[in-house]
């Protein structure tokens, strides 16, 4: 008998870790520190994911969210163990970024915004650069500002910024590289020979040069003392970054790499990465481009290269803030790829044997197929306009189509190494093709459909050659529905599929030569998606009506209708063999469906937006969902683990409950207090307080004196809750006057809101008291004049 989903819980979010700004990398290469809005995000490279984040929200642990300050800028010093943070409102901070401490805040003294920061190697001294060309130095020690160097004609952004034993180099934007005595705040050297933007410097090892490159597309060597150019080198590409490589580095064609030179690897506008041996003068290597081609970034290019020798590899951040490794001891070639800001997630889809692969489409022209086991991303180029659509088969799982924009569709083909490349294109819609389907047991069953209403099923060749990209033919076409289609399904046989689409309807189709079997109607507003049921005749659809439908295949007729959505449902799918569904919307929910009563049976909000992605593993174990959050949720089945977990929660209860009652029954009532307490039993407590107190009021000031502390508190709190009312109030007062001397010297604090509470009832009660005490004396007093009289 097939068990029922009950619950679903997230064990993995991989959202945005990186929206642009710096980036730095540890010490020991294993993690990166990236600027992402005002939080710094510590990824593990090696897992793939986000371990911790530095903000002040997360450091001081509170709930309520405090007011996002944008950082401008950061920097690692050079000891590895604090992180500097420039901010827009102007404040310097100090972090310990292993333990997420906040060590330091103070002010720049900057009357404009900071864009650079370096520090002294021995981290005692940082220099702030800002927008205005002015340059501060400050005493890390005492936080204290030493000097504001003299801007000697340097004028506009800072935009480099290092430290040489006594000085301090510097450009802006007049081009010139300008170097200070930090001692004395004296300027000692100005090196002229850039004709734009510098912008980036590395001093050589021998400390006496130091090379620079910047939009002027040259790279120059100086020497530092004589304050010259050394060489110019002519790079006809506007650069952005430039680092110092080892000399353990290998080339793709070793018979180029010198037996000694100093390489330096830049890079910039046009997205490649270039080698060169800066003594003499000679390229190495050019990569292929690491930019999308069509991407609107490709003016932007390589923004930034960073070195980490402990790992052998060189990180190349892309315009699209995409991170690639680039081994330096094996050949330059590129061991990972990640990506910081996947922007809105359209479609999600597992593909590979195991479905070890994940294929994303986002707000890109560009699919990243991410590996489950650490989310290392490959890049998927060919498209020329935003993946709308993607799906997989089990037929064949290393087969992926993709839809797009560009009024095309792609076959994509994985190799035994994980590596996937475009087989087939094939451009026959007139508009953006949203939807596209393979048959489930046959892989050369191909199904698209788009905004021109037609639904087009597709001629796949026997065998594909992988070395070129086959041109696709139409095998049949047909003009399905009158508005535009969100999305086509085909059946676990392969002899029928349905369509869904704006125009309210969903349609049965023949997948032998697209015949129309029938109409779907009764949706009140446009439909967004349509699944097969696994085992029965029936199909699911939802709509922007904020409801889910199940239709019989026989009749055509709506056998059900699931109501709980706020908004658009955009995804279905069945679940434990046709049983359950699973849907998410536009309401950022995810909702699981029992099919037999009609009902949600749990509802789930992870999302912050719409939920347009929906994918189920083969074993129904995980689902992943993906929004216009630019999150990726999976999600595991936690029903056994939660139903175990119950159970156990079931048998401690049974267990706890036997013991009290031993512990009681054998009148060991100081253990019997204690576990009542810890198993937070108010009405249990209370009846061990009244045993106490019909033995004796000191049996009673014996045992809660002889609780800790915590068990105090938690007796304090069942006192509270006593006082409310006027049966139990006696029993709260002789406790509550045992618990004073402990409240009066500070050992329990009593929260204002109960010490109200308190006093309130208390006062209720002693009115109460005194009123009875006089009704009684006046009794007395009657019946003391009675007396006489009746003898």
């Given at each position: 008998?097939?068990?029922?989903?009950?619950?679903?819980?997230?064990?993995?979010?991989?959202?945005?870790?990186?929206?642009?700004?710096?980036?730095?990398?540890?010490?020991?290469?294993?993690?990166?520190?990236?600027?992402?809005?005002?939080?710094?995000?510590?990824?593990?490279?090696?897992?793939?994911?986000?371990?911790?984040?530095?903000?002040?929200?997360?450091?001081?642990?509170?709930?309520?969210?405090?007011?996002?300050?944008?950082?401008?800028?950061?920097?690692?010093?050079?000891?590895?163990?604090?992180?500097?943070?420039?901010?827009?409102?102007?404040?310097?901070?100090?972090?310990?970024?292993?333990?997420?401490?906040?060590?330091?805040?103070?002010?720049?003294?900057?009357?404009?915004?900071?864009?650079?920061?370096?520090?002294?190697?021995?981290?005692?001294?940082?220099?702030?650069?800002?927008?205005?060309?002015?340059?501060?130095?400050?005493?890390?020690?005492?936080?204290?500002?030493?000097?504001?160097?003299?801007?000697?004609?340097?004028?506009?952004?800072?935009?480099?910024?290092?430290?040489?034993?006594?000085?301090?180099?510097?450009?802006?934007?007049?081009?010139?590289?300008?170097?200070?005595?930090?001692?004395?705040?004296?300027?000692?050297?100005?090196?002229?020979?850039?004709?734009?933007?510098?912008?980036?410097?590395?001093?050589?090892p021998d400390r006496k040069s130091m090379v620079s490159c910047?939009?002027?597309?040259?790279?120059?060597?100086?020497?530092?003392?004589?304050?010259?150019?050394?060489?110019?080198?002519?790079?006809?590409?506007?650069?952005?970054?430039?680092?110092?490589?080892?000399?353990?580095?290998?080339?793709?064609?070793?018979?180029?790499?010198?037996?000694?030179?100093?390489?330096?690897?830049c890079a910039g506008e046009k997205g490649v990465l270039r080698?060169?041996?800066?003594?003499?003068?000679?390229?190495?290597?050019?990569?292929?481009?690491?930019?999308?081609?069509?991407?609107?970034?490709?003016?932007?290019?390589?923004?930034?290269?960073?070195?980490?020798?402990?790992?052998?590899?060189?990180?190349?951040?892309?315009?699209?803030?995409?991170?690639?490794?680039?081994?330096?001891?094996?050949?330059?070639?590129?061991?990972?790829?990640?990506?910081?800001?996947?922007?809105?997630?359209?479609?999600?889809?597992?593909?590979?044997?195991?479905?070890?692969?994940?294929?994303?489409?986002?707000?890109?022209?560009?699919?990243?197929?991410?590996?489950?086991?650490?989310?290392?991303?490959?890049?998927?180029?060919?498209?020329?306009?935003?993946?709308?659509?993607?799906?997989?088969?089990?037929?064949?799982?290393?087969?992926?189509?993709?839809?797009?924009?560009?009024?095309?569709?792609?076959?994509?083909?994985?190799?035994?190494?994980?590596?996937?490349?475009?087989?087939?294109?094939?451009?026959?819609?007139?508009?953006?093709?949203?939807?596209?389907?393979?048959?489930?047991?046959?892989?050369?069953?191909?199904?698209?459909?788009?905004?021109?209403?037609?639904?087009?099923?597709?001629?796949?060749?026997?065998?594909?050659?992988?070395?070129?990209?086959?041109?696709?033919?139409?095998?049949?076409?047909?003009?399905?529905?009158?508005?535009?289609?969100?999305?086509?399904?085909?059946?676990?046989?392969?002899?029928?599929?349905?369509?869904?689409?704006?125009?309210?309807?969903?349609?049965?189709?023949?997948?032998?030569?697209?015949?129309?079997?029938?109409?779907?109607?009764?949706?009140?507003?446009?439909?967004?998606?349509?699944?097969?049921?696994?085992?029965?005749?029936?199909?699911?659809?939802?709509?922007?009506?904020?409801?889910?439908?199940?239709?019989?295949?026989?009749?055509?007729?709506?056998?059900?209708?699931?109501?709980?959505?706020?908004?658009?449902?955009?995804?279905?799918?069945?679940?434990?063999?046709?049983?359950?569904?699973?849907?998410?919307?536009?309401?950022?929910?995810?909702?699981?469906?029992?099919?037999?009563?009609?009902?949600?049976?749990?509802?789930?909000?992870?999302?912050?937006?719409?939920?347009?992605?929906?994918?189920?593993?083969?074993?129904?174990?995980?689902?992943?969902?993906?929004?216009?959050?630019?999150?990726?949720?999976?999600?595991?089945?936690?029903?056994?683990?939660?139903?175990?977990?119950?159970?156990?929660?079931?048998?401690?209860?049974?267990?706890?409950?036997?013991?009290?009652?031993?512990?009681?029954?054998?009148?060991?009532?100081?253990?019997?207090?204690?576990?009542?307490?810890?198993?937070?039993?108010?009405?249990?407590?209370?009846?061990?307080?009244?045993?106490?107190?019909?033995?004796?009021?000191?049996?009673?000031?014996?045992?809660?004196?002889?609780?800790?502390?915590?068990?105090?508190?938690?007796?304090?709190?069942?006192?509270?809750?006593?006082?409310?009312?006027?049966?139990?109030?006696?029993?709260?007062?002789?406790?509550?006057?045992?618990?004073?001397?402990?409240?009066?010297?500070?050992?329990?604090?009593?929260?204002?809101?109960?010490?109200?509470?308190?006093?309130?009832?208390?006062?209720?009660?002693?009115?109460?008291?005194?009123?009875?005490?006089?009704?009684?004396?006046?009794?007395?007093?009657?019946?003391?004049?009675?007396?006489?009289?009746?003898?």
């Open positions: 008998m097939t068990q029922l989903k009950e619950l679903y819980k997230v064990t993995s979010c991989h959202s945005a870790f990186y929206t642009g700004g710096d980036i730095e990398w540890t010490e020991n290469g294993e993690s990166l520190l990236c600027q992402c809005g005002g939080k710094i995000q510590v990824l593990d490279i090696n897992e793939g994911k986000v371990v911790s984040t530095i903000s002040e929200e997360e450091s001081t642990g509170l709930e309520e969210e405090i007011e996002e300050d944008t950082i401008l800028t950061f920097l690692l010093s050079p000891d590895n163990s604090t992180i500097i943070v420039a901010h827009k409102s102007g404040l310097l901070k100090t972090w310990d970024w292993k333990e997420n401490k906040l060590l330091k805040t103070w002010r720049s003294l900057h009357k404009v915004p900071i864009s650079k920061l370096a520090c002294y190697r021995n981290n005692s001294l940082l220099a702030t650069g800002a927008t205005d060309a002015s340059i501060r130095i400050w005493d890390l020690d005492h936080h204290a500002c030493r000097h504001s160097l003299p801007s000697s004609g340097m004028v506009g952004v800072i935009s480099v910024l290092v430290f040489l034993n006594e000085l301090v180099f510097a450009a802006a934007d007049d081009t010139a590289i300008r170097a200070w005595d930090f001692a004395s705040g004296t300027l000692k050297y100005t090196y002229s020979g850039h004709f734009s933007k510098v912008t980036s410097l590395q001093i050589l910047g939009r002027d597309k040259v790279i120059i060597v100086w020497d530092i003392v004589a304050s010259r150019a050394v060489r110019t080198i002519a790079v006809y590409e506007s650069l952005e970054s430039l680092v110092l490589l080892p000399n353990s580095l290998t080339l793709p064609d070793s018979a180029k790499r010198p037996k000694k030179g100093t390489f330096v690897a080698v060169w041996n800066a003594d003499p003068a000679a390229e190495l290597y050019v990569s292929d481009s690491f930019i999308s081609a069509g991407s609107s970034s490709d003016a932007q290019g390589i923004k930034k290269l960073m070195i980490c020798p402990e790992r052998n590899s060189l990180a190349v951040i892309s315009s699209d803030h995409t991170i690639f490794f680039v081994a330096t001891d094996d050949k330059l070639s590129v061991s990972k790829q990640m990506v910081g800001f996947s922007d809105e997630i359209f479609d999600v889809v597992f593909m590979g044997e195991n479905q070890s692969h994940l294929a994303v489409a986002t707000n890109s022209s560009v699919i990243k197929l991410y590996t489950v086991a650490n989310m290392a991303c490959q890049l998927l180029k060919g498209h020329s306009d935003l993946v709308i659509s993607l799906t997989s088969t089990p037929a064949n799982p290393n087969l992926l189509v993709s839809g797009a924009k560009d009024n095309s569709i792609r076959l994509w083909l994985m190799n035994g190494e994980g590596s996937v490349n475009c087989i087939a294109s094939g451009t026959r819609h007139t508009s953006s093709v949203t939807s596209v389907a393979l048959g489930r047991n046959n892989a050369n069953l191909l199904v698209s459909a788009g905004e021109d209403t037609t639904l087009k099923i597709w001629s796949l060749p026997k065998k594909f050659n992988t070395n070129s990209i086959e041109a696709l033919s139409v095998k049949c076409t047909e003009v399905a529905h009158e508005k535009d289609i969100n999305g086509i399904c085909i059946a676990p046989n392969d002899k029928i599929m349905a369509t869904a689409s704006l125009d309210k309807t969903a349609k049965l189709w023949s997948t032998s030569d697209l015949s129309l079997m029938g109409v779907l109607k009764g949706h009140k507003r446009g439909v967004w998606s349509a699944k097969f049921s696994p085992v029965d005749q029936v199909l699911a659809t939802t709509s922007a009506d904020s409801t889910l439908r199940l239709w019989s295949l026989s009749d055509l007729s709506c056998l059900k209708t699931f109501e709980g959505h706020g908004s658009s449902v955009l995804r279905v799918e069945f679940l434990s063999r046709g049983l359950q569904l699973v849907s998410v919307g536009s309401d950022g929910l995810m909702k699981l469906w029992c099919i037999k009563s009609s009902e949600c049976m749990a509802t789930f909000d992870q999302h912050d937006g719409k939920v347009w992605a929906l994918a189920v593993s083969k074993d129904e174990q995980v689902l992943v969902t993906g929004g216009d959050d630019s999150k990726l949720q999976f999600w595991a089945d936690s029903t056994e683990a939660a139903r175990l977990e119950a159970a156990n929660e079931r048998q401690t209860r049974v267990e706890h409950q036997q013991r009290l009652d031993n512990l009681i029954h054998n009148h060991m009532l100081l253990p019997a207090l204690e576990l009542a307490l810890r198993l937070e039993r108010p009405a249990t407590v209370l009846k061990i307080v009244t045993k106490l107190q019909q033995e004796s009021a000191d049996s009673l000031d014996d045992v809660i004196r002889k609780l800790d502390v915590d068990k105090k508190g938690s007796l304090l709190k069942c006192v509270i809750s006593w006082n409310s009312n006027s049966k139990q109030s006696y029993s709260a007062q002789v406790v509550l006057s045992v618990l004073l001397d402990d409240i009066i010297k500070g050992d329990l604090r009593v929260p204002s809101s109960d010490m109200e509470s308190l006093i309130m009832f208390s006062d209720r009660h002693f009115k109460r008291l005194t009123q009875m005490q006089q009704d009684l004396q006046i009794l007395k007093y009657t019946a003391n004049i009675m007396l006489p009289h009746a003898k």
